[in-house]
């Protein structure tokens, strides 16, 4: 037996309709990843699901977001089922859907600790509605989760900030513009980009990282892991596509960093669009690299062995 439990979170809520009367295809990731065996390869002692509302394409008039009451309600609900699954002391590998699933994750860690979160993507996904373009959440979500935003969102339930800033480390982005770096600059949050987490070295940004899990005494930290982190010819299957990007020996090896851990409380995937990846030779990679990996990483720490 396992201690990892699959949940399934097939949501499109967070981003923008790529086409009049089309929706974003990420919301079927979670069997399109089943498709590619990878809960089998996972071998989860179980699967989740929990279905999101129906997508809208209009931006809520009060938030200037989109879908901002499905949001509200969903992540309600994933918080419950999270919470059910932190308590039976499981592994919860959360597929997505959008980065905006993160807002449910984080209201569920609000209420059963004290916890960090480690966001790598290819996006800071830290700015405010009125900086947005497309309204989407899923380009805002580690700001609201630190409580940047309207609070209709990021003080769910008189819960937020889920995080405190200092414990947000947004780490890979490489959209390098002035005006978008800015925000997260401006915060508390942790901030490293490509070029700065390559500069300063992988080891040693995690090693940062764990450290200070341990010395604020925190109960934990969650990964979130969007797939536009990697670099561009090896994930081209998503919404936001960007030259450059991690190579997979890089991820394997934050990935063998982070999941070793005792800390490690859980973590989410999120962005790959089975609909831009027709013939599944991305998804069939990132499945090998990625269910490799973490099973490797989890082998070092395992809670059956203590």
């Known amino acids: 037996m396992t201690d990892i439990i699959i949940v399934e979170f097939p949501s499109n809520l967070g981003l923008k309709a790529p086409a009049p009367g089309k929706e974003p295809g990420v919301k079927k990731l979670p069997e399109w990843l089943r498709q590619h065996r990878f809960h089998e390869l996972l071998a989860a002692d179980e699967v989740l699901t929990l279905e999101a509302p129906l997508y809208s394409p209009d931006r809520d008039p009060e938030t200037a977001v989109l879908n901002a009451e499905a949001l509200v309600g969903y992540a309600q609900e994933q918080s419950g089922l999270l919470q059910k699954v932190l308590t039976k002391q499981k592994f919860p590998v959360v597929l997505g859907g959008d980065c905006s699933i993160l807002l449910g994750t984080a209201l569920a860690l609000k209420q059963t600790g004290n916890y960090a979160i480690f966001y790598l993507d290819g996006h800071t996904d830290f700015m405010e509605p009125h900086l947005s373009a497309t309204g989407g959440v899923g380009g805002m979500a580690a700001a609201m989760v630190a409580g940047y ?7 769910i339930n008189d819960l937020g900030p889920y995080f405190k800033e200092e414990y947000v480390w947004c780490v890979g982005n490489r959209e390098y513009d002035e005006e978008y770096e800015k925000a997260i600059q401006d915060s508390q949050a942790h901030y490293l980009s490509l070029n700065a987490l390559r500069a300063r070295g992988i080891n040693t940004s995690i090693n940062s990282f764990l450290k200070m899990i341990e010395t604020q005494e925190l109960d934990g930290f969650w990964l979130h892991l969007d797939v536009d982190v990697l670099e561009d010819e090896v994930m081209p299957a998503v919404d936001s596509r960007t030259p450059g990007g991690l190579t997979y020996e890089e991820l394997n090896s934050i990935l063998a960093a982070l ?15 089975p609909d831009l990846d027709p013939t599944g030779h991305y998804t069939a990679r990132f499945v090998s690299e990625f269910t490799q990996s973490f099973t490797q990483a989890r082998k070092v720490y395992s809670p059956n062995t203590l």
């Open 259 to 273: 999941m070793a851990s005792p800390k490690a409380t859980g973590l989410e995937i999120t962005i790959l669009d």
């Open 149 to 155: 935003g309207p609070p209709k969102l990021t003080n």
